[in-house]
């Protein structure tokens, strides 16, 4: 550890509550707290507790006040509609306050939940944020979520209004989201009162004059409303993440310990000023989207980019480098699995050099575990550094990075660098002992957690203990599984789901999967341990191939498996590889291992909520019985 990160770091753990006592006062509060931690009644923590303040105020209001009401808040770039708005604090401020009087008028008030579901145009932010304003908690579901999903997530908030567009656009189609949310309120034993609907210029939907009324006409007689004041403890939102139960997990965010970290975090860990542009390429309905497209940005008071597209196909794999060069973006945060996409279509990377890049400084990578490959490609593409940094829904922050704002350490490959200030991070056996540098096991962090991270589940106290502070007492159970090496470095390797046992040995698939990545021909990858009567699990390994890739398949598989063999060693028993067109995912990019073994060992399975395309299992499962590792 270097001298300035380790004292940062080490303060924020023996000295925790003046360590975030001092961070909090960059903070407006209505009443600054005297209770930075109440330890009363753990698992249960409470940070700021008799602090007051507002999401809202913080994310616009004050730093209009401060003189910067002009400065660029957000950019709306969508090379879909070809539409593209500069929205200044002063006007994301004044469209915020009218829509919450909208709100009001909807005899929407504080503790109230709203459920958002839209796609990424600026009215769904300015709904986030109105909520904020008015203390209404909301909760964001992904726009084109399956409407039993979206039924299931409003029993459970019991929200009392729905915000929804009339649709979203994908790559060559389009999502309509009306007939989703009808189906979706004919589904739920909960009902809205209302349904606001942002019509789209170009598809607009027919609306129920019973419940529907459109954005326009929600503003009618509305007044402007002021900023509620809030306690530290009240909620922001609520996300809800999938539960191995298969019933979704309320994930809730506080809102003083929200706008304390994430605030921090935007110059700390991503080194970004304030008169710099960011853009975290992601979606609003996913974590990543709520922390830093939305709130860490505009509570920093930088300019944040919402961007309505993909990372190839909105038209081409050069549209990530646009972005950049026309907004001048200093540093991107998003997927590996977008980057990787990118490097499929454009191995070469010709889209690149069409493009001034000079003023991008980082690309932050979370998600998924990075391959080293894909970190080198982009590397050697565009001169700069690759941050592959690991956090969760659950903390709404990064638990491990590399804090470019404190000191820079140099890059490991395959890691996630070292634990961020606040989080006391140890790697665990199944014996709750720590076990030494280097040797896998599961990765916890001892409580309390810091701020920002989720307090309980929704009105699943219970739930909450159980699924998360309960198989490692005093730690939170992160559910990855890893090692810390002697430097301090932290490598995740896979989710403990995705632990193989082999011959008694405990592989992580990660490992495999980052030799397979090397192999000049692969895209991307993915391994998955399927049953053997004989060693228990075998792995198999999933090849997706780079565009223009003209190398028989059996030549690739076979270097692949020597690859493994020679790197991994002969314990793996990697004896198995077979190419398949694309890699079935979540809209937020991580593979679906877990599914993926259920096909192969014929075992039943739900369909993933939150799968991009569906037809993507059907093909895998043709690609299994063709290359008989799935027998029927």
């Known amino acids: ?104 008028n909807q005899g929407i008030n504080k503790g109230d939940r709203v459920i958002i579901y839209m796609p990424m145009i600026p009215e769904a932010v300015i709904t986030m944020l109105a909520c904020g304003r008015i203390g209404a908690v909301h909760s964001v579901v992904f726009g084109g979520f399956a409407a039993n999903e979206l039924a299931s997530r409003i029993d459970d908030s019991k929200a009392k209004l729905l915000v929804t567009a009339s649709c979203g656009y994908e790559p060559g189609r389009t999502v309509h989201y009306k007939p989703l949310v009808n189906k979706a309120l004919e589904l739920s034993n909960h009902k809205p009162n209302k349904c606001i609907v942002f019509q789209r210029e170009k598809d607009k939907a027919d609306l129920d004059p019973k419940i529907d009324i459109t954005w326009e006409e929600a503003h009618k007689d509305a007044k402007p409303a002021e900023c509620e004041k809030m306690n530290a403890n009240d909620y922001a939102y609520i996300l809800y993440t999938s539960g191995t139960t298969g019933l979704p997990k309320g994930i809730v965010r506080d809102i003083g310990g929200h706008i304390v970290a994430l605030k921090w975090t935007m110059k700390n860990i991503y080194n970004i000023n304030q008169d710099d542009v960011w853009w975290s390429a992601s979606d609003i309905g996913w974590i990543v989207g709520h922390s830093y497209i939305v709130y860490a940005p505009l509570f920093y008071g930088c300019t944040t980019i919402l961007f309505e597209g993909k990372p190839v196909g909105t038209p081409d794999a050069g549209v990530f480098w646009r972005i950049i060069s026309e907004h001048k973006v200093k540093s991107l945060f998003t997927a590996p699995t977008a980057i990787r996409a990118i490097k499929k279509e454009d191995p070469n990377g010709e889209f690149f050099k069409k493009y001034d890049l000079s003023k991008f400084d980082k690309l932050f990578l979370a998600g998924e575990r990075a391959d080293p490959d894909t970190i080198k490609w982009f590397e050697k593409l565009s001169n700069s550094p690759v941050i592959d940094h690991w956090w969760q829904t659950e903390t709404s922050w990064a638990i491990t990075s590399d804090c470019t704002g404190i000191e820079s350490f140099p890059v490991k490959y395959g890691s996630a660098f070292k634990p961020v200030p606040g989080y006391d991070l140890k790697v665990l056996n199944s014996d709750g002992k720590e076990v030494g540098s280097g040797k896998m096991g599961d990765i916890v962090v001892k409580l309390p957690l810091p701020p920002g991270t989720f307090p309980t589940l929704w009105g699943a106290d219970k739930r909450y203990k159980e699924n998360y502070m309960t198989t490692y007492p005093g730690y939170y159970q992160t559910y990855d599984a890893g090692h810390i090496d002697e430097d301090g470095y932290v490598w995740i390797m896979s989710r403990t789901d995705d632990i193989i046992n082999v011959a008694g040995h405990r592989l992580s698939t990660g490992a495999i999967e980052e030799v397979l990545a090397e192999h000049n021909d692969v895209a991307e990858c993915a391994v998955i341990g399927i049953a053997d009567k004989l060693k228990g699990q075998l792995p198999i390994g999933l090849l997706a191939l780079k565009a223009g890739v003209t190398k028989e398949k059996k030549d690739i598989i076979d270097e692949c498996i020597k690859m493994v063999r020679e790197k991994v060693g002969p314990v793996a028993a990697f004896k198995q590889a077979i190419v398949v067109k694309r890699l079935p995912k979540t809209r937020s990019g991580k593979v679906l291992r877990g599914t993926v073994r259920k096909i192969a060992d014929n075992e039943p399975y739900k369909l993933p909520a939150t799968i991009d395309d569906p037809a993507i299992l059907d093909e895998i499962k043709a690609d299994l019985i063709e290359n008989k590792i799935l027998k029927l």
Request: proline share 4%; aromatic share 14%.
């Open 1 to 104: 550890m270097n001298q300035k990160y380790k004292e940062i770091y080490e303060n924020s753990i023996k000295n925790r509550e003046k360590f975030w006592q001092e961070v909090s006062n960059n903070v407006y509060w209505y009443k600054k707290p005297t209770k930075i931690l109440n330890s009363d009644n753990p698992p249960f923590y409470k940070w700021f507790e008799d602090g007051v303040t507002n999401t809202c105020y913080n994310a616009l209001d004050l730093h209009i006040e401060k003189g910067r009401g002009d400065k660029l808040a957000l950019i709306y770039d969508s090379p879909i509609t070809g539409v593209k708005k500069n929205i200044t604090y002063k006007e994301l401020r004044d469209r915020v306050a009218s829509f919450a009087g909208a709100l009001k």
